[in-house]
Every structure is written in C-alpha cells, then in structure tokens.
C-alpha cells in the first residue's frame, strides 16, 4: 500500500489527493503552454494585441513548471490561506491581467477562470471554493466597470450570470468531490476488511487441528489446509485443485458434497477411510453449504461447500486420556502409601546386613537394599509426576562425564537381551561434561531405547545411540532408529502425559522424560531425521536431549576441557 505524502504542514495525505494535486499542476503547465503557442501565433499572423501579453504567457509558463517542480510532492492544506497563492493567486492573476490588456472585442480570457476555480472546489474546502468563485465574480464585475459602454447593462447582467454560473459549479463540484472521497474512504475500509478477514481465515485454517476443504460443485477440492493435506496423503496435491474419484477412497467424501449442494442442508456422517499402504482412518465428515437455494437466484457467485474432517482417533485417544488419567491419580495415592513399606524395608535390609557373613547372603541382601533404594527414588519420581510439580528452585545438577555415562547404560541395557538389543554406539563429545542426574539419565535413555527397540527395523544398525556438541556447544545425547513415521495426531501429543497410541501402554514414558529433563534444565524433542549408514542414507525417528550448561560449576571436579569453558 502506497505511503501517504506529507502536506506542506507536516500531515499525511492520502495518495489520491497528491495524484489529484498533481494533476492540475500538470493541466496547469499544459494550459500556460497552450497560451503561449495561441499568443506567438497571434502575433505572427499581425493580430493586434498588447506587447506584454507573451511576456505574460510566458511569466505563467515559468511559474506553472516552477511549482509542478517544487511542490509536486507537497500539496497545500485545503483550509484557505497563503498557501494557495503560488497555483489559485497566480492563476487569478494572471487571467486577470491578460483580459486587461486585451483589446475589446479581442480574445475573451475569462472561461480560464474555470481552472483556478475547479482547484479550489477539488481540493480545497467549500469556503475556498466559495471565496476563489466570489473573487472571479467580483473581478468580472470590476471589468465590466472598467470598460463602461453604451450595453453596460447588459454587461453587468452577463457578469452577474457568469458569476452565479461559477457559483453554482464551485458548489456542486465541491459536493461532488466530497462525496467521491467519502466513497473513496468506505471502499478501502471495505478493502481492509476484506483482507483482513482473509488474512484472519488463511491463518485459521493453516493452524485448526481439524482438516478443512472447499470443494465445488464438480467435486473438486478447490482450498485445503495442511491438517486436510496430511489426512489426503498422496492423494492431494499441495497447491493445486484436485478431483475426488467417485470409486476412490474418498468416495463417501464426494456422496456427501454431492448430497449438501442437492438438499442445501448442512451434512454430518462418520466414515472409515482406507488408502493403500495406511491404515484405515475413522472420521467424521461435517458440510456446510456456502449459498442457499433463495441466495443462488439473487446472485451469480458459484456455489461451494465447506467440509471438517475430524480425525476420530485423535477423540478416541483423548478419551482415553482422561481414563489413564484417573488411573494415574490413583496410582499416585498407591505411590504414597508403599512409601513406608518401602523405607521399611530399606531399614530392615541395612540390620540385616550386620549379622550376615555368608558372601552369597550379603550379595542378595545388597540386591534387595539396591533395588529397594531404586523403588523409592521411582516412586518419589511418580509422585512428582501427579503432582505436576516443577520447582523454581531446581536443586543443582550433579556433573557427569557424557560418553561414560552413555557407555555404561548402553552395556547395562545391552546386557539384558544381547541377542536382540543390537546397534551402533557413536560418542561424539569426548571430555564434555553435563549438568544431569546420572540416575536419571538412564531412565531418559532406557525409556527411549526401549522404545526405539520396539520399532525399530530388523537391520543390525536400525537403532543408534550418540553423543554430540552442537554448533551452539551444547552437549547432547540422541536415539535414533528406522522406524516408520510417526502419526499427525500422534506426534501432537507426543510428551502428554497418559496419552499412548497402544492400549497396553500407560502413556507416561515419554512425558516422564519430559519432566526429568526439566528438572534439569534440560530439553527433549522429538524429529524425523536421516542418517547416513553403510547400506546408505536411512530415514528415521530421533529423539535429542540437549543439556544445559553450567558456568558456575565449569571449575568442578571435571578435568580441563574446551568444552567446560563454553558459555550458556
């Protein structure tokens, strides 16, 4: 949108008054030229005229191409002043001047006075437009008496005509103006409305869950938002209208369109959807149709229909949510009470101890106290969870060597299926040191193999875990394997806490982790990422934890290393 001109007090204005501006400086210097060319020809053909006429003309010439120069960008307030004298004044007086020194019965300069005068009522106010008319008015009168004559009244009534004649055009021209520039304004509030609104509608649809389509009476898909273009999958084309088959997947999609623009009713079914390769996609189907019988006989704007596809499983999950997440609660309350048995039998181990010596009695006794001890810290954890409960006051992180502590839990959960648990170990950040629990970091990283196990590829390299520094010089620490993608609706939810896509699962896993990182002030996210492997690039599932760093605790017990010395 064109920037507004500053008027010759400092305000804005509006580009249509600056091109109107312009154009009578324009029209101005067209209509001195013309005066000239008329005036030299005279003279060159012997008409008689006074001597000063051209030098006149010329004089104009040279003012109008003057102000066309300097003030072409600058137009002048419309309220009446000094202002207008360099366009009105010099017109005025100029026309005035050369109907004085014109021979009676020569060339009449007077219609010239229309110039000035449609100045003023254009741009100017009515008091402008009034007072130029007035003034022209008055010199025609003032000419009248100057030239005196025998048919003197007949010469003031021709004045006192033209006069009321320039009255009258100063008035309607200025109503006329006015009215154009208020129409003028309500068309481009109207404009900004529009965009506005479909600024405010293409920013809906790019981010409502649901997907959304406009289709025409033809079945063809004229707008759909991404949401819309996933559930689509091959089937759509990005960008492009497309056409619904009727003997395709989306058949059903097509009847009810067809059925909305028929009965001109809004339209609600649940379908199932099965394109090849995908499993098969429960939705329900809601249409609305954009014109009415009454609407489509007043105008002659197509017909078209709005359809939401709702993905029911993202329903059917949350209903679930909710279910696990009473159950969470109650396993909270569990939580709480083994805590006393717990500690119960953490002190009842440690007594035990003192009387034992056989070596196998205390290795198991030093079994129950680890596990035990292990059981406490998770269910001091769960509860953390139910609550939901995250400290301003973190307490601070012990330092960890990274790829010590990865190696080891790579071997420990390696160690309880080394048939199955394969894949590669690529340590990345050697001598970088991470503010995080180590306990906790092996939860983190046992969750997130385990998961990756469970769907990963049959290849020996199909799951990876690694250590990195990223250009920033944050260490951290990533599981990947070659799963498949991950769902929309699941992806969404991925950290939430109780929400799975497998039933036997309690959907607490990721978001566990989640939390865990937090604490730590920590971050996990989850990508599809490719990695480069011997049988080439492989596509996959990477969930990064990147760790905070740590000034303060730079100077611990780590030995020296560029890595400890880079700043948060």
């Known amino acids: 949108m064109p920037r507004a001109a500053p008027l010759s007090s400092g305000r804005p204005v509006a580009p249509a008054f600056l091109r109107l501006w312009q154009g009578f400086l324009t029209a101005r210097v067209l209509v001195a030229l013309a005066l ?11 008409q008689a005229g006074h001597a000063l006429l051209p030098s006149c003309a010329l004089a104009y010439v040279v003012a109008t191409v003057l102000l066309r120069v300097l003030a072409g960008r600058a137009p002048p307030a419309p309220q009446p002043g000094l202002h207008w004298l360099p366009s009105i004044g010099v017109d005025v007086l100029l026309i ?18 229309g110039l000035p005068l449609l100045l003023a009522s254009v741009l100017g106010t009515l008091t402008l437009a009034l007072g130029t008319a007035a003034g022209v008015t008055l010199l025609l009168l003032a000419w009248t008496v100057w030239q005196g004559g025998s048919d003197s009244t007949m010469q003031y009534l021709q004045a006192a005509l033209t006069g009321s004649g320039y009255f009258v055009v100063a008035y309607l021209t200025h109503q006329l103006a006015a009215r154009l520039i208020s129409e003028q304004k309500v068309a481009q509030l109207s404009q900004v409305d529009a965009r506005t609104q479909r600024a405010i509608s293409a920013l809906v649809m790019q981010h409502v869950a649901d997907g959304v389509l406009v289709l025409d009476v033809a079945g063809v898909v004229r707008l759909a938002n991404p949401a819309a273009l996933l559930l689509f999958g091959p089937h759509a084309s990005p960008g492009v209208p497309f056409a619904l088959a009727p003997d395709g997947p989306w058949a059903a999609l097509l009847t009810m369109a067809r059925e909305t623009f028929a009965l001109q009713l809004p339209q609600t079914v649940d379908v199932s959807v099965e394109q090849h390769g995908q499993p098969p996609m429960a939705l329900r189907l809601r249409s609305w149709p954009t014109h009415t019988r009454a609407a489509r006989a007043e105008d002659d704007e197509e017909a078209l229909c709005v359809v939401f596809l709702h993905d029911l499983r993202e329903m059917q999950a949350r209903l679930r949510t909710e279910k696990l997440a009473a159950m969470g609660r109650m396993s909270a309350a569990v ?8 500690a119960a039998i953490s002190q009842a181990s440690q007594l035990l101890e003192e009387d034992l010596h056989d070596p196998v009695h205390l290795r198991l006794n030093r079994m129950v106290r680890t596990n035990t001890e292990r059981l406490v810290r998770i269910t001091e954890d769960v509860l953390d969870v139910a609550r939901v409960h995250q400290s301003d006051n973190a307490p601070t992180a012990p330092r960890m060597e990274l790829d010590a502590t990865v190696r080891q839990v790579w071997a420990d959960w390696q160690a309880h299926d080394p048939a199955t648990r394969q894949g590669l170990l690529a340590l990345e950040a050697p001598g ?5 629990d180590p306990e906790h970091l092996r939860r983190v990283l046992v969750n997130l193999l385990d998961n990756a196990q469970r769907y990963r590829g049959p290849h020996a390299d199909a799951l ?34 109780f929400f799975s896509s497998e039933s036997r699962s309690s959907g607490l896993g990721l978001y566990i982790c989640r939390e865990l990182c937090r604490r730590w002030r920590a971050s996990i996210h989850y990508q599809r990422a490719s990695r480069q492997l011997a049988r080439g690039e492989v596509a996959g599932n990477a969930f990064t934890v990147l760790f905070a760093r740590d000034r303060a605790s730079a100077t611990d017990t780590a030995p020296p290393s560029g890595f400890d010395t880079i700043g948060a």
């Open 432 to 436: 970088a040191w991470a503010a995080f």
């Open 96 to 113: 005035a001047t050369l109907q004085a020194l014109q021979p009676a019965g020569a060339i009449n300069f007077t219609p010239l006075f």
């Open 36 to 46: 000239l060319a008329l005036l030299l020809l005279g003279a060159a053909m012997g």
């Open 335 to 342: 939580a709480h009470e083994i805590r006393n048995p717990l």
């Open 464 to 497: 990876c875990l690694s250590t990195r520094i990223t250009p920033s010089g944050r260490a951290g620490v990533q599981v990947w394997s070659d799963g498949a993608p991950l769902d929309a609706s699941v992806e969404r939810h991925l950290f939430e806490p």
